[in-house]
């Protein structure tokens, strides 16, 4: 295959960055999309030119690393993948890519394509946990059974990387559905429910304080999540914050 | 160098209590003067960075990602072993010790699998009370699988991301004292060198990856919880970042390397589809509870096959070689990883390969579609003898078991895998050797701690599946915040440990000359080109079988790659800025030392043992031979070059379990 990218090119935070084009040839459909990018910047190197960064590291979609705003869509025109699971068949030859950093106020750009996502960091810090210290001398693990159901959606909300498509595609920048994703984890298990006012109304606290947007419900987020991460999650957020702010 | 291994004397089931029992403890008011560097938070580093600091102890906790969410352990699939007996099927911490001490093909310590055996039902209990959402059964307790090399089900799991969900555990435990102030988390930050005072490990020298600046840390004791070096091969199922660079940079500073040649070359992956290909994916193990292994039985039906004129799925039973049903019957499926992937060699290499390469097997699902089929058909009153009814009811039921690794298959190979079986072949995903380590977990370094997978103690040859899950958080909850307190005790009046100091400047210097050299080499190649090259060494000659004469050449090829590497690599940029070539330069050098140690102790270790196959020891049916005169731990003491490195064993000793010929037949 024969490409033309368009890439954000920026050389740190305080640079003011632009579009750059590439032709790059002889592409394999059974490439991925970061593989496509390795052969870029292996010419780049080779050249003596400056290559794109980008961040990834599993390469198989878990740890959240890549993100890419590909084509005006996080992680691509492929649904319920990351960036790197995206595969270069599903472009056509002689098409024009465009690759662009995620745009949001809380996650500025470092380098290229690379961004800061440590506002994330910081809202599970402010209380996306359980305080229970590690002693070992906890209860049987069996001596609170839990609905499979709950478990189970406490799992689905568990398993978002923390990519932050979701406040890339969201035209507010928000992060109500990262928050909802943790928020709803401990909500649905008995033992989140200890904390449970504290955490949410800490949690939304700081993603306040992070410059994320408000939540209008365009959905935009479920759609380009690459885990599936419900809509419910944030539904389930704006219950447990207005029964927290009515005690709290 | 005598290695003491500091084993507790004992009968082996009470060696740890006794042990916890008798150390030296440091008082709550002095661990408030108590610096612990932790490098790593994968499953060992951030349990352990999290523990250290509910003690009480002031935690620097380093990672190279732009999160401690991000460590590689979030990648781990199948699950974590743990001598519950749930399932009331006759396990005991004891028969998982002898699974584990067996499995390991009788090279690890006893005393430390009998404590790694002990603690595992403490792993359940506490991340269950973290919230780790482990999958249930519809009484609402805990569901558990099989895994290979086992007799029970001790697996407890999250569907196919139990390391994700364990790693967010311990990820949280970290948040809860970053926010309290007592970790203090540096993100993209990547350690370059120990710094060692009086011969104490005492602090650290990194580089920010965003800046580019070098920065010193000290500590009263540094742990390295970096995780394995199976991106020595290039090709493996580790992330694009995981290095050997601190482990390798504390074996120049004096920790001993052990066992550097066990690798576990995992047998089911995703099968290598070209050049361009960065890295393999893992399917995980615990796909052969349900999934089949074969071949064609005839080499005509291979071509057939190849040639597209002819679907694995019209092959009937008759013309179908289920060759692990074959050879082992005991164990069928479930044998453990090294056995499973020298048999799928064997068949390749045989001509059965199923794809264009040769290179891969089939893993089919077709009869556990249809035994889950008929038993939710039985539990529905639905018609059991509806096939494609009973199939679609089947397929749901594996959908829930491994959705999420049926969906990656298809993303990558372009197939759906619930119509025609998933093509496999092994790959590179695990490193058993690391760092040596004292039943404290500290190096031969004082002050200088290796837990998880950067250290070599608990797997012997060849880890079980479900174990480095288990390992890495055993030593990181439970086992490292216990021993460091005794090696502490001694520091509670040393007060905090300066880096205005010429130990500090030296490391510092010697970083700073060695990333100088890269930047302005200027050669003509990029750093992949070289790491590339290594990568097809290591797998063609220290890969799933080895012999003398590759090795060899081997030894000599790396060598000879790496000066290359000196003279000739390219890296763009300054070292002021992000610069993610320089930091690959920078690992891919520590790569092409270990290489070379690599190839050395495969070619020391006259036997076949676990991941260490020998062709020169093997049995006419090609099973592994292992030799007693082979029974100790391989320890390698850094004297420059790597060639001159001299070997320390630590001779192995089974007390309570009978060493026996390793059968799965």
Same mark, same amino acid.
């Given at each position: ?23 790059? &040839? ?8 970061? +593989? ?16 794109? &960064? ?10 959240? &690393? ?80 839990? +609905? ?61 304080? +992070? ?38 | ?36 560097? $932790?490098?790593?938070?994968? %499953?060992?580093?951030?349990? =352990? ?5 509910? /003690? ?106 139990? @390391?994700?969900?364990?790693?967010? @555990? ?8 970053? @926010? ?11 350690? /370059?060198? $120990? $710094? ?13 990856? !965003? ?12 742990? #390295? ?91 009937? *039973? ?15 499926? /479930? ?14 290499? =045989? ?41 679609? /009811? ?18 990558? $190979? ?26 404290? %977990? ?26 480095? #899950? ?34 500090? *400047?030296?490391?510092? =210097? ?12 200027? @050669? ?23 012999? =003398? ?8 090829? !790396? ?37 070379? %140690?690599?190839?050395?102790?495969? %070619? ?62």
């Amino acid at each position: 295959m024969d490409l033309t990218l368009k890439i954000w090119r920026q050389k740190n935070a305080n640079d003011k960055g632009k579009m750059v084009d590439y032709q790059i &040839s002889d592409i394999s459909p059974d490439m991925s999309f970061l +593989e496509m990018l390795d052969v870029l910047n292996n010419e780049l190197i080779e050249k003596g030119d400056a290559p794109v &960064s980008f961040d990834h590291d599993c390469r198989e979609g878990i740890c959240g &690393s890549c993100s890419l705003y590909i084509n005006g869509e996080a992680h691509g025109p492929d649904r319920l993948v990351t960036t790197c699971q995206l595969h270069m068949r599903t472009f056509k030859d002689g098409e024009t890519i465009v690759i662009e950093p995620w745009r949001a106020k809380a996650f500025p750009v470092i380098k290229d394509l690379v961004v800061d996502r440590t506002a994330f960091d910081r809202i599970q810090q402010a209380g996306g946990f359980i305080s229970v210290n590690t002693s070992g001398n906890t209860i049987d693990a069996n001596t609170i059974p839990i +609905e499979k159901e709950d478990a189970d959606n406490a799992f689905m909300a568990a398993t978002c990387i923390g990519c932050g498509a979701c406040v890339a595609s969201c035209k507010n920048s928000s992060a109500m559905l990262f928050v909802g994703a943790k928020v709803s984890q401990f909500a649905l298990l008995p033992q989140g429910q200890i904390e449970a006012t504290d955490r949410v109304l800490n949690m939304v606290k700081q993603m306040d304080e +992070e410059g994320f947007g408000n939540c209008t419900n365009t959905g935009a987020c479920e759609v380009e999540c690459p885990k599936g991460i419900s809509l419910e999650n944030i539904a389930r957020l704006n219950r447990e914050y207005l029964s927290a702010s009515l005690k709290g | 160098m005598a290695l003491d291994s500091k084993i507790p004397q004992g009968p082996i089931a009470d060696k740890w209590t006794n042990y916890k029992n008798h150390i030296d403890l440091v008082n709550p008011a002095n661990k408030r003067n108590i610096d612990v560097i $932790v490098v790593g938070t994968g %499953l060992a580093g951030g349990s =352990a960075a999290a523990t250290l600091a509910e /003690l009480g102890y002031n935690v620097k906790a380093f990672c190279f990602q732009d999160s401690p969410r991000r460590a590689h352990s979030i990648a781990a699939q199948g699950g974590i072993n743990a001598a519950k007996n749930y399932q009331g099927d006759g396990d005991s911490t004891y028969r998982l010790f002898y699974d584990t001490v067996k499995g390991g093909d009788y090279r690890s310590r006893e005393a430390n699998v009998y404590r790694l055996a002990e603690v595992s039902t403490n792993i359940i209990d506490q991340c269950v009370a973290q919230g780790v959402p482990f999958a249930r059964e519809y009484g609402g307790l805990l569901d558990n699988r099989s895994f290979g090399g086992v007799l029970v089900s001790r697996t407890f799991y999250a569907a196919g991301q139990t @390391g994700q969900q364990l790693l967010l @555990g311990a990820y949280s435990a970290m948040n809860r004292q970053i @926010g309290r102030g007592k970790i203090k988390m540096y993100n993209r930050h990547e350690m /370059l060198d $120990v $710094v060692k005072v009086d011969g104490k490990a005492r602090g650290i020298i990194t580089r920010n990856l !965003i800046t580019g600046e070098i920065e010193r840390h000290s500590a009263h004791a540094v742990v #390295l919880g970096t995780g394995g070096y199976g991106n020595v091969f290039f090709l493996s199922t580790n992330a694009m970042g995981s290095n050997v660079t601190a482990a390798w940079k504390a074996h120049k500073r004096g920790a001993n390397f052990a066992n550097p040649c066990y690798t576990q070359i995992h047998p089911t992956c995703i099968p290598v589809s070209g050049d361009h290909q960065s890295k393999l994916t893992l399917m995980s193990e615990s796909l052969r509870n349900d999934g089949r292994i074969w071949v064609p039985k005839h080499l005509k039906d291979v071509e057939a096959i190849k040639n597209k004129t002819l679907k694995p799925t019209q092959l009937s *039973e008759e013309d179908r070689d289920y060759y692990l049903e074959r050879r082992y019957p005991a164990f069928g499926n /479930l044998v453990p990883r090294d056995v499973a992937s020298r048999a799928a060699k064997e068949r390749s290499d =045989a001509g059965f390969g199923v794809n264009a390469t040769g290179e891969a097997v089939y893993l089919d699902f077709a009869s556990a579609f249809m035994r889950y089929g008929k038993e939710q058909a039985h539990v529905k009153g639905l018609d059991e003898d509806d096939d494609a009814l009973v199939k679609k /009811l089947g397929q749901e039921i594996v959908k829930t078991k491994y959705g999420n690794l049926f969906q990656m298959y298809e993303k990558i $190979v372009d197939e759906n895998p619930y119509e025609t079986p998933m093509m496999i072949y092994p790959a590179v995903h695990y490193t058993m050797g690391g760092l040596w380590v004292d039943y404290n %977990l500290m190096t031969n370094v004082p002050g200088l701690y290796a837990i998880g997978e950067a250290n070599f103690s608990d797997h012997g040859a060849n880890r079980l599946g479900a174990s480095a #899950l288990m390992q890495g958080l055993a030593d990181g909850y439970f086992v490292l915040p216990y021993t460091i307190g005794d090696y502490l005790s001694d520091d509670i009046r040393t007060g905090p440990i300066s880096i205005d100091t010429p130990e500090f *400047e030296k490391a510092e =210097a010697e970083v700073r000359k060695n990333i100088d050299h890269l930047i302005n080499n200027k @050669g003509t190649h990029s750093v992949d080109y070289f790491h590339r090259r290594l990568g097809k060494i290591m797998w063609d000659k220290c890969g799933m079988a080895r012999n =003398a004469e590759d090795l060899k050449s081997a030894i000599t090829e !790396i060598s000879e790659l790496r000066s290359e590497f000196w003279k000739d690599v390219r890296v763009p940029g300054t070292e002021n800025e992000f610069n993610e070539e320089l930091a690959k330069a920078g690992r891919v050098a520590d790569f092409l030392e270990l290489g070379e %140690l690599f190839a050395k102790d495969a %070619l020391q270790r006259e036997e076949s043992a676990g991941g260490h196959f020998r062709e020169e020891y093997q049995t006419p049916e090609g099973e592994a031979v292992r030799r007693k005169e082979f029974q100790y731990v391989s320890a390698w003491e850094y004297k420059g070059e790597p060639k001159d490195a001299i070997l320390h064993k630590e001779e192995l000793t089974y007390e309570n379990i009978k060493v026996k010929e390793r059968s799965y037949k």
